[in-house]
Nanobody
């Protein structure tokens, strides 16, 4: 089992930055993938960014390319999402996710077995 705990959410103005963190505890795997989803009221969950665990390979939603960066520490215990030039449409609850051993980097919600509780990001204009 893997437990995921997000932090770093908050309220910023348009154009601001936030850095989300996800602490992974329990069974830390060296394979699979991790990532971030988000969901705002009335909308479906959207995969924001994902990466392979332990080696290079990332994927981003078109809406965040060039603004968000996903990264992970070498021990695979912490995942980050650096979010720059935030826009009001980025307002959502952000969830840290993990999948092991299978990894579908561009997968949907069902492809990620482990989910955190979420951290709220609010961007005001």
């Amino acid at each position: 089992q893997v437990q995921l705990v997000e932090s770093g959410g908050g309220s910023v103005q348009t154009g601001g930055s936030l850095r989300l963190s996800c602490a992974a505890t329990g069974a830390i795997y060296s394979t699979g993938c991790m990532g971030w989803f988000r969901q705002s009221p009335g909308k479906e969950r959207e995969r924001v960014a994902s990466k392979y665990v332990g080696y290079d390979g990332t994927n981003y939603a078109d809406s965040v390319k060039g603004r968000f960066t996903i990264s992970q520490d070498n021990a695979n215990k912490t995942l980050w999402l650096q979010m720059n030039n935030l826009q009001p449409e980025d307002t959502a609850m952000y969830y840290c996710v993990a999948s092991h051993p299978r990894c579908t980097l561009t997968g949907g919600s069902a492809d990620f077995r482990y989910w955190g509780q979420g951290t709220q990001v609010t961007v005001s204009s």
